[in-house]
């Protein structure tokens, strides 16, 4: 018998399948109970479209996958599809597969859906003239699909465990996906991302005369892989104040210079006679002017359509970056935005922060376009 023929054999047992899903779902806790699943087909059917030679002429196939475990979960009158997949040869696209899996589940609920409209008459006022046209009224809903990939091969596994994993690093960024980050978090030297930290001023004074408190990141070769890629997408124990994050942003901005932040340009009398002038001041440069370039690339995609593409306009252009911070164990958040504008001459560098707000992209995203907005109309741009 193969190891994947038992591997279906072991995980058709209920109380193993109810243990999986408690295991790695539900944290441990027993939610899950053998007689709450019930077993269902296991069959999937995966479309594909294929363009014939350089024809426009397309034709479409399917093939029939069989899962290894499926199962429906029932939660009191709710019910999830639920499957269990094992890998013993690194998959680098499993999670693209396991979508596909998930999807045609997804498909087989819309058919369903579809049917019971087609089969039943229009009565008077039952659906609107959208519902009855694509057979989906609007009540329907979906019962979730989730897929447990359990791996079990020689060598540890090292590539995407999901979709977002797969993306470049371009489209990681503009759409802040903390998977791909977090996976190179964990392929990072902790010793050059410290340096580069420290290099950024994290646990520095920074060069404002004010009070204002130090930023800072815990990065130790003793760290756990969860504490690694909490860092890595900037949680965990990481800290920053929003000065300290303007000041990087205009930093990027400035080509890789930090200016030294000024409340006031000059003091004048109220005849126009200059009292005092405080010129700008260069810093220090904390980045190199091709490593600005390729961030501010990147904020602009994010903008263009990333997180931040509310911000999108005709009148001026924004280079920017979201952010999502949460703050305890309930997942709740504060919302970021950091950016400039114009990305071809900088004049307006901003920092949003609403304090347990939520996502950056919903609450403080349109904060800033006010502010970006009133400044380009005041200075008649």
Not at 177 to 203: E, K, P, V, W, Y
Not at 255 to 261: A, F, Y
Not at 361 to 367: D, G, L
Request: proline share 3%.
């Amino acid at each position: 018998m193969g190891k994947d023929t038992a591997f279906k054999r072991f995980f058709t047992d209920d109380r193993r399948f109810a243990d999986v899903i408690n295991a790695f779902g539900c944290h441990g806790e027993q939610y899950v109970k053998p007689e709450d699943l019930t077993e269902v087909d296991s069959r999937e059917g995966i479309w594909a479209q294929n363009v014939i030679g350089s024809s426009v002429k397309k034709e479409k196939s399917s093939k029939q996958k069989d899962r290894d475990v499926v199962r429906k979960v029932a939660f009191g009158t709710n019910f999830a599809i639920m499957g269990v997949e094992n890998q013993e040869i690194e998959d680098y696209g499993i999670a693209y597969r396991v979508m596909s899996y998930d999807v045609s589940r997804y498909a087989k609920q819309v058919e369903e859906i579809k049917k019971q409209v087609r089969d039943k008459a229009i009565e008077e006022g039952a659906l609107s003239e959208g519902e009855y046209l694509y057979r989906f009224p609007k009540d329907s809903r979906l019962h979730p699909v989730v897929t447990f990939v359990l791996y079990y091969g020689e060598e540890s596994f090292d590539g995407a465990t999901d979709l977002h994993g797969l993306l470049d690093f371009s489209g990681a960024f503009a759409r802040s996906c903390n998977s791909a980050f977090s996976q190179m978090g964990m392929d990072l030297d902790r010793i050059s991302f410290a340096n580069t930290l420290q290099g950024l001023l994290f646990h520095t004074s920074l060069p404002f005369d004010l009070p204002h408190k130090k930023s800072s990141v815990v990065i130790e070769s003793e760290m756990t892989s969860n504490e690694i890629m909490q860092t890595a997408i900037g949680q965990g124990k990481t800290q920053i104040t929003p000065l300290h994050l303007n000041l990087i942003t205009a930093t990027i901005a400035n080509d890789g210079v930090l200016m030294k932040p000024r409340i006031l340009e000059k003091v004048e009398t109220a005849e126009g006679a200059l009292l005092k002038a405080f010129p700008a001041e260069e810093y220090a440069q904390l980045l190199s002017t091709e490593e600005a370039a390729v961030l501010t690339g990147m904020m602009e995609q994010v903008v263009s359509g990333g997180t931040g593409i509310y911000l999108n306009n005709e009148k001026f252009s924004v280079a920017g970056k979201t952010g999502s911070a949460e703050y305890n164990a309930a997942g709740e958040s504060h919302a970021w935005f950091t950016g400039f504008a114009p990305v071809e001459a900088p004049e307006i560098c901003v920092t949003i922060l609403v304090e347990g707000a939520g996502s950056g992209s919903e609450y403080a995203v349109p904060i800033a376009k006010k502010i970006l907005d009133f400044y380009f109309e005041e200075s008649g741009q």
